[in-house]
């Protein structure tokens, strides 16, 4: 299957910095890119969907302004986490979906676990 | 509201037996019902996916059936391997084709 990679795969930071963590498709171009979060014993949540270059449209109570999605190009989307507190500590799922935008065509990352301090 | 429920309790078999994991939902009509194998620290990986007019889907040593009138899905591993030990997450995807993921059992197969 088509490989899609996270950078980096853990962040320890300081509460009040700022974090970025990149998602990349490597083999194929993913027109629609999704952030999810999971914390430990709970189901994956989404957090956003971003499409290539437009603005990204996010969940119910995730704050757009504290969690920065670009998707800039067909193989790259960032989630910049602002401001991290340590209520923010969790571990972060980007996925990618191909061109042919079946449900079947939807690959995970190997994800980013963020521990803010 | 949308609810997906799995097992929270996890499932031990011995090796050889065949593992089954249910995945019940209420409040949703999915078109696809997909299973996935997350190991820990670690993004879920695609097993299968089971359409909504579809009963069963076999791949290799997994089975997967789909009960649209229960709202249910079960997920068979047969002759079970240690290897096998993992999260197992049940998905519901709609016409949005986002899955909506439920919290997953875990499986541990002893040798």
């Known amino acids: 299957g088509a490989v899609v990679s996270q950078h980096p795969s853990r962040v320890i930071c300081k509460s009040g910095t700022s974090v970025k963590i990149e998602c990349r498709s490597l083999?194929?171009?993913?027109?629609?890119m999704f952030w999810y979060r999971q914390f430990p014993k709970q189901s994956l949540m989404l957090m956003a969907t971003?499409?290539?270059?437009?603005?990204?449209?996010?969940e119910q109570g995730v704050e757009k302004d504290k969690f920065l999605i670009n998707h800039a190009s067909l193989t790259l989307s960032t989630l910049t986490v602002t401001s991290a507190h340590p209520e923010d500590s969790s571990f972060y799922i980007c996925?990618?979906?191909?061109?042919?935008?079946?449900?079947?065509?939807?690959?995970f990352g190997p994800g980013t676990r963020l521990t803010v301090l | 509201s949308q609810k997906i429920e799995q097992n929270s309790e996890a499932l031990n078999i011995q090796e050889g037996k065949t593992a089954t994991l249910t995945c019940n939902y209420t409040?949703?009509?999915?078109?696809?019902l997909q299973w996935y194998r997350q190991d820990p620290g670690r993004g879920p990986v695609f097993l299968l996916l089971?359409?909504?007019?579809?009963k069963e889907k076999r791949k290799e040593r997994l089975k997967v059936t789909f009960d649209t009138t229960l709202k249910q899905s079960l997920f068979h591993i047969t002759a079970s391997q240690p290897a096998d030990s993992a999260t197992y997450l049940c998905?519901?995807?709609?016409?949005?084709?986002?899955?909506?993921f439920g919290r997953g059992t875990s499986l541990i197969v002893h040798p």
């Open positions: 998905a519901l995807v709609g016409g949005s084709y986002i899955p909506t």
């Open positions: 083999d194929f171009q993913a027109t629609t």
């Open positions: 971003s499409n290539e270059g437009s603005k990204a449209t996010y």
């Open positions: 409040n949703y009509s999915p078109a696809y």
């Open positions: 996925s990618a979906r191909g061109l042919s935008g079946g449900a079947s065509e939807q690959f």
């Open positions: 089971i359409r909504e007019n579809e």
